[in-house]
């Protein structure tokens, strides 16, 4: 066998044994930072997207329906962030969040545990958190712009483009009609 092919054999052999040890062109300071700042981006949407659906669930009132749809709708959106997020962490060399309890301890979105929340309230407090989150996915795209990490940073466009819009919608459905309804 020549030297290559024996250089090859043992790389692949020790890849086998790292079992988690992507293979990436970023610097490992480029994974720690991209994977931090990401992970911290994963546990709010989790909390986000609970914090939804709790609001969802306990959603009553003369606008229920409307309400109820939206915030089903807005869940939705939210959870489809999640693998995406993770298998990103995944593919740039990290290691992504493994429990409710690491959420718990890396979330920045507050939770709300009360007993009953009055729907304008719970519209008024899931705009504020988006809008907060939004700020932190601009925050992301800043590590990521400063690595390079194009791809992670092209994600993250679309996904604050999401998170104005499910703002704008909360803040709009929130808004108290003149006597004509507008």
Known sequence: MN???????????????APLAT??????????????????ILADVFALYLKTKNFHWH?????????????????DQIYAMTDPIAE???KVGGTTLKSIGH??????????DAEYVEPLDMLAELREDNMELAARFREAHN?????????TASLIEVWIDETERRTWFLFEASRKGDATGH
């Not at 030297?3 to 790389?11: H, I, M």
């Not at 293979?23 to 911290?40: F, G, P, V, Y």
């Not at 301890?105 to 939770?111: A, G, I």
Request: charged residues 35%.
């Open 3 to 17: 030297k290559r092919v024996e250089k090859t054999a043992r790389d692949l052999g020790l890849s086998r044994k």
């Open 23 to 40: 293979r990436t062109d970023l610097s490992a300071a480029a994974t720690k930072d991209i994977t931090a700042a990401m992970n911290a």
């Open 59 to 75: 959603m009553s009132g003369p606008h229920f329906r409307d309400y109820h749809l939206l915030l089903d709708e807005q869940a």
């Open 88 to 90: 990103r962490v995944r």
């Open 103 to 112: 959420i718990a301890r890396t979330q920045r979105v507050l939770d709300n």
């Open 143 to 151: 590590v990521c712009d400063e690595h390079r990490d194009v791809a």
